[in-house]
């Protein structure tokens, strides 16, 4: 099935590290977004791609999250100098385009950061 | 603060009954509600959704219900069955933005045999 990938599933680093997660989008989807969603909680809007472009990166905590996407398909979600607090599931989801409602969402990627 | 709120964190339910699940919204603004479906280790799938111009949408088994002047939206199973056990989450968003989901907290449900 060509669902929403995400790659590492499982990622545990230290301190102060740089991390990357990657999203391989469904083909042919031009909506790309990626939530964060902590223990007990529901999925935290991050940032949203339209294109090669990102459209709305109001949800980005601070600046040691980036987030690219260079040819408007695979998408890379950066994160330096990680802190404990960065740990959580991180959710990436495309759709067809920015007036379709339906978001499809890949697996995730579990962050910890010890 | 909040803007979309499932107070129930679980709801356990006898097969065959129906279940309702519940979420509550403070941003007037909101003109699309979707309902996600997550099993461990996966990503939410999406289940049924309603725009703000229709007060209910229905989906085979699945029913959900908007009350704009609550606020309120609910989900309704009907029958439940074990394979519905599963975290529901409610989500809202607005068309003329982003499209990005404001999600509730989740709620656990339990379809018991």
């Known amino acids: 099935g060509a669902g929403v990938s995400q790659t590492p599933s499982n990622k545990v680093t230290e301190k102060g590290k740089y991390v990357e997660l990657r999203c391989d989008p469904i083909?042919?989807?031009?909506?790309l977004y990626w939530y964060r969603q902590s223990l007990g909680q529901g999925p935290e809007f991050l940032i949203y791609?339209?294109?090669?472009?990102?459209?709305?990166d109001s949800g980005l905590p601070n600046d040691r999250f980036f987030a690219v996407r260079p040819e408007g398909s695979v998408s890379t979600l950066k994160i330096q100098r990680t802190e404990r607090g960065d740990s959580a599931v991180y959710l990436c989801?495309?759709?067809?385009?920015?007036?379709?409602?339906?978001?499809?969402f890949g697996p995730g990627t579990r962050l910890t950061v010890l | 603060d909040q803007q979309v709120k499932q107070n129930s964190p679980s709801l356990s339910v006898q097969e065959g009954r129906i279940s309702i699940l519940n979420c509550d919204y403070t941003n007037s603004m909101f003109d699309y509600f979707l309902w996600y479906k997550k099993y461990p280790a996966e990503g939410p799938t999406f289940l049924i959704s309603?725009?703000?111009?229709?007060d209910k949408n229905e989906d085979g088994r699945f029913t959900v219900f908007l009350n704009k002047s609550a606020k309120h939206l609910s989900l309704h199973i009907v029958p439940s069955q074990p394979g519905d056990s599963a975290v529901y989450f409610c989500?809202?968003?607005?068309?003329?933005?982003?499209?990005?989901?404001?999600f509730g907290s989740g709620t656990r449900l339990l379809v018991r045999p």
């Open positions: 791609f339209q294109g090669t472009g990102a459209a709305d």
């Open positions: 989500a809202a968003t607005r068309m003329d933005s982003s499209y990005k989901l404001i």
């Open positions: 989801a495309s759709s067809p385009g920015s007036t379709y409602n339906e978001q499809f």
């Open positions: 309603i725009s703000s111009i229709k």
């Open positions: 083909s042919g989807h031009t909506a």
